[in-house]
Every structure is written in C-alpha cells, then in structure tokens.
C-alpha cells in the first residue's frame, strides 16, 4: 500500500523534471552581446567579424540619410538593453547626443569610429573593419584574437573585391567618361576612375538657376552620366540628365539601400555594376 502512494509523487516529479527541460530546450539562454550600429555600415563589419558573439541592431535605414534621422521609442528601448552603441561620429549625427541622453542604461559605452572618407570606398572598409576589430575587442577581451584574425579574412576579401572591380572599370574605360554628380557620391566615383565635373547636394537644393547652371556645365564638358546618391532622395538630377540626354542613376552609400545588396561586398558590386551599366 506504502508503495502505491509513492507512485503519483513520483509521476509528478518525474512530470516536473521532464518540463523544466522542455523549457530550457524551448528558450535557451542569449549570451550574445547586444549592440546598436547607427547605421548599416557598422552593422556589416561587426556581422563580418563578430560572429555569433554579437546580437546588432541597426538604427538609421540604410536608403534614408543619417542627418534626416528621427529615433523612434523601440531605438531607445533597444539602447537600453545594449552593452554598446557605436557610432560613425559624423557631424550629420545630430540625432545621437539627445538619444543618448534619453537612454536609462547606465553601463551603454558609446564608441565612435571616426574614420574619414566614403566607407564604401574599399580602403576606407579595410580602415573601418581594423577600427572596429579593435572596438569589439574592447568589448570583448576574451576574444579579441578571435576578432582580429576575422577581420584579417575580412580585409583579403575586401582586397579581392577592390581587384575585381577596378578591372571592370578599366575595362569599362571609367578614366575617359565625365559626370556630373551627388556631392556624396564623389569620392566614390573619384575613386572608380570617374571624372567629376560638377556637384550637386540634395534634391531640394536643386533650384531651377541650379539647374541649368549643371547643364550648361555639362554641354561644355560633354558630361556622359548625371549619378544620385539615393539616400539624398531618388532621381535628384533626372532633370539634368534629361536636359543632356544622359543617363541618370542611383546609386546608394550604405548596404540595403538598394535591393539585394545587403553587405558591402554586393553595395559596391551594384553601385558598380549600375555604373558600367549606363556607359555608353
């Protein structure tokens, strides 16, 4: 009789056992350490290099310009539950100092990067990937080899890439085409070989005077390509390049303003390809 009073606390014990472990089956534990980017371009090398170590969350919208940025209350939330924020330190960052003083996370390190030039330039990436290598080492001490020799791997693979479309462009002939372009895509197009011969800001900047000033630079310079930067709003000098019969295109400064080109590595192969593209 003693025994089969036993049995139901034993069954319930059992029962007990069996759901705690479901559950922590169901709901493992997150050990990655949370960090918020302010903007794609971070997000793409601490994705590169961080590995599974890291959980990043990205703030401004890689087709929307970091100047014309608003924090919306699920950024604060997530900078609450963050260990570190990193920032470009841009002065179009404007939108950080009243963010930060909004957070209620006394332990948020915030870290800027302050590395000059277009990142989407490869010797700007290799500076930036050695820069945040070293943050995240910070970060994480533990594994800061770990971090390091990724980002090695991460810098051939920049250098690689920097081969590859610097012969496409050559082949292209890049060094013999003018263009008239975003001021944001300059350094970029410098860069590619591009011959930049006049700029222009953004889209509301573009006032009719403008306008025709950049045509009539363009008619004397014999201007084959007006270039956007999308994230300064799309199609900005259509009306140029339709008063010079030139082909007008979008090109993007951050991984995802585009469709499909969600890393930096398929950024500037798009940016690239949509250059080669519109050559005549």
Known sequence: MKTKKFIPLITGLLLAVMLAGATSCQYPI????????STSLIVNIVDQIGGNNFNVTNLVPPNQHPGNFDAKP?????????????????????????LIASVKNPD???????????????????????????ILGETDPDNAEAYINAANAYKNRINTVDSQIKEKLQ?????TVNVIASARQADFLQWAGF????????????????????????KANNVLLVVNNIQDGQDAGK????????????????PGGLQNTETWEKAIEKNVQLLTEALP
């Open 171 to 175: 082949t292209a002939k890049a060094s």
């Open 108 to 134: 948020l390190k915030v870290v800027k990067a302050n590395i000059d030039g277009n990142w989407m330039i490869p010797s700007v990436q290799l500076a930036a990937t050695v820069r945040m290598a070293d």
């Open 239 to 254: 009306a140029i390049a339709d008063e010079l019969g030139v082909a007008n295109i979008n090109l993007s400064n951050f």
């Open 30 to 37: 997150d050990t990655r350490i949370n960090v918020v980017a």
């Open 74 to 98: 699920s950024d604060i939330e997530a900078l609450e539950k963050a260990k570190l924020f990193i920032l470009h330190g841009w002065p179009g960052e404007t939108y950080a100092d009243k």
């Open 195 to 218: 011959n930049v011969i006049a700029t222009f800001q953004d889209a509301q900047s573009l006032t009719p005077k403008v306008v025709q000033g950049l045509v009539d630079q363009g």
